[in-house]
């Protein structure tokens, strides 16, 4: 690299201070949709734990059935953060409306396999009472699965326009109304019927339609974005424009749902072992995917800034901005792994009531803590590649990771004696730290080849 381009400290001050502020609205907006989530497990906790059981068991259902569907549409990022870098305004408006025109088959896909998870949820070896709650939240998620791809389709074009707030407004807006509406629906309050774990669905889709309808009066309206006639000029889908999404985006969901998979199959594996099991294992998982979102916020800052800098032609800032991503996302990761460390015992209080379930949450976050700071360090270089559009890679790397190594080695710990007495749900944890430390090296290694690449490559 000519030494021209080679980025100071004052350089490397500002990328950081650039990817902070992005990621801050960005964070503050996934926290608001995962705190929905959350309201969902504590407010059913205080029901029952069955209840918790059912709702844990059928948002695992959920979240499998959508993941594919939330890689793809990430897809349209990196392309729409190009497009806003070179200034062509006519691609950027093109690429947006036909990622919409593309979630109305993902929205039904989306529906379809939440519909395949309802009938199949009695197949499983539960609790009968546990699985009723399960189906009669999957009901109205039905309705959220399908408005999902309109969600992430909205929040990745504001984002990769440098217009994070609205996106985390509307989410804002829709965690605080899902608090009430969760507590009278479950609980039967202000004269609604207590309709138990089924009115975390009902309120989860409530707050669905909220978000997508003012996202999209947002876009049509707003003089921010009035410039850009998001949502005039509307025109039949552009299919080089879908392809290109596909391209970029089929990859990162099957990384997505390689990863997410198999954090999410472990409550089927596991179900036989009992509510309390379910439930603890819930809430380990539930606030390490809090602990997330802060990593996660700053992925996609990386992910939108390397590729404004690469639609711009600064391959070296585009370089400059991953590294200082990365170790901004590591930093921030060990302090969170010692707060929870520290602390995992009041975290688990806040879940459940139950001394078993809080005990085994206490427990199974000392592991969480462990696998945060390599979780961080992927899902970082991940956002790097998705800036390049180099998803590929993340793809080979979570499907060899995961599944290869890290299922066989904690199916095999946790409920087999291969290795010695079976751990049970334990050894489920002991794999993911196994599989984090992998992936994230490689990880790792692939960000430094890929922001080397001559600047014609990318």
Known sequence: MPSSHLLTGQTRRQSVRRIVRLALPVTVGQLAIVGMSITDIIISGKLSTDDLAGVSLGSAVFNLAIMLTVGIVLGNGPIIGQFFGS???????RQFQ?????????????????????????QLDTDNTVSKVAISYLWPMLGAAFLLPFMMAYRTTFESMGHARPAMIFNLIGFLANIPLDYALVLGKWGLPALGGAGCGW????????????????????SPLSSYG???KITL????????????????????LAEGGFFLIIPLFIAHLGAAVISGHSIAISFDWVMFMVPMGISQAI????????GQRNPALARQICFSGLALTTVIALIQAGLVIAFRHQIAALFSPDPQVRELAAQLLIYAATFR?????????????RGYKDTRITLILAVSGYWLIGFPLSYSLALTDIWG??????????????TLIFTSCLTVLRVRQTTGRPTDQY
Not at 205 to 216: C, D, M, P, R
Not at 421 to 434: D, H, K, S
Request: glycine content about 12%; charged content about 10%; overall charge neutral.
């Open 237 to 256: 889908f552009d299919i080089h424009r879908i392809k290109e999404t596909l391209r970029v985006g089929l990859p990162i969901g099957g990384a997505i």
């Open 421 to 434: 007495t079976p751990l049970g749900v334990e050894g489920f944890w002991v794999g993911m730290v196994v």
């Open 87 to 93: 200034g062509n305004l006519q691609s950027l408006r």
């Open 203 to 222: 309120a989860s889709l409530l707050v669905s339609i909220f978000i997508v309808a003012g996202e999209t009066l947002y876009a049509r309206f707003a």
């Open 303 to 310: 992910a939108v800034l390397s590729a404004h800098e690469l």
């Open 230 to 232: 998001l949502l005039t």
């Open 373 to 385: 700071v390599f979780d961080a360090i992927n899902v970082g270089g991940n956002g790097a590649l």
């Open 98 to 122: 036909s990622c919409l025109w593309l979630c109305l088959p993902l929205g039904i896909f989306c529906a379809c396999l939440v519909g395949i998870g309802i009938f199949a949820l009695p």
